[in-house]
T-cell receptor
Framework: KAGVTQTPRYLIKTRGQQVTLSCSPI?????VSWYQQTPGQGLQFLFE???????NKGNFPGRFSGRQFSNSRSEMNVSTLELGDSALYLCASSFAGPTEAFFGQGTRLTVV | GESVGLHLPTLSVQEGDNSIINCAYS??????FIWYKQESGKGPQFIID?????DKRQGQRVTVLLNKTVKHLSLQIAATQPGDSAVYFCAENMRGSQGNLIFGKGTKLSVKP
């Protein structure tokens, strides 16, 4: 059974640009959550989607957005990138959230 | 490597010894808890979970203990191996808060061969 797949693994973007990250959950999982991991703040919750609906949102600015498709795959978008957005972005999937949430390898975003 | 914190508490143990990693959680309304292991360059790996109606749960070489009175969680690893070296996170979920795991800062476990 394939695990959670995140693409791309690495990204370098310039301030002011926007970026889209993708997450394919484990087959059968309908909940996808996104987290930002930085050395200073640790792992912080961004948002969670279930059956194409955002059910929960963390304390991040509106520049961070996401969506989920009918096949449960999810994307997150960050617009008007800032240097402070440099981080490891992780997604986690579970059947119904958050029990037994399994993480992908993450996308390492560097903003220069 | 993975950047998971510059000033993480560190636990150093000898190979073969038992390890105990502690975590204080923040919210008395939390009813579900997970332990994750994160190795350098990888995403967090699920280890074991426990619900608030239990105070102990065992897995393969791991045991999680939950003390709701003092809001404390611990992970015990038996016969620690070099492959157990990683950063360990506890995470809590508040009742009714779907998909929102609140993570602790993490503890770095270093196993000496």
């Amino acid at each position: 059974k394939a695990g959670v797949t995140q693409t791309p693994r690495y990204l370098i973007k310039t301030r002011g640009q926007q970026v889209t990250l993708s997450c394919s959950p484990i087959s059968g999982h309908r909940s996808v959550s996104w987290y930002q991991q930085t050395p200073g703040q640790g792992l912080q919750f961004l948002f969670e989607y279930f059956s194409e609906t955002q059910r929960n949102k963390g304390n991040f600015p509106g520049r961070f957005s996401g969506r989920q498709f009918s096949n449960s795959r999810s994307e997150m978008n960050v617009s008007t990138l800032e240097l402070g957005d440099s981080a490891l972005y992780l997604c986690a999937s579970s059947f119904a959230g958050p029990t037994e949430a399994f993480f992908g390898q993450g996308t390492r975003l560097t903003v220069v | 490597g993975e950047s998971v914190g510059l000033h993480l508490p560190t636990l150093s143990v000898q190979e073969g010894d038992n390890s105990i990693i502690n975590c204080a959680y923040s919210n008395s309304a939390s009813d579900y808890f997970i332990w994750y292991k994160q190795e350098s360059g990888k995403g967090p790996q699920f280890i074991i979970d426990i619900r608030s109606n239990m105070d102990k749960r065992q897995g393969q070489r791991v045991t999680v203990l939950l003390n709701k009175t003092v809001k404390h969680l611990s992970l015990q690893i038996a016969a620690t191996q070099p492959g157990d070296s990683a950063v360990y996170f506890c995470a809590e979920n508040m009742r009714g808060s779907q998909g929102n795991l609140i993570f602790g800062k993490g503890t770095k476990l270093s196993v000496k061969p």
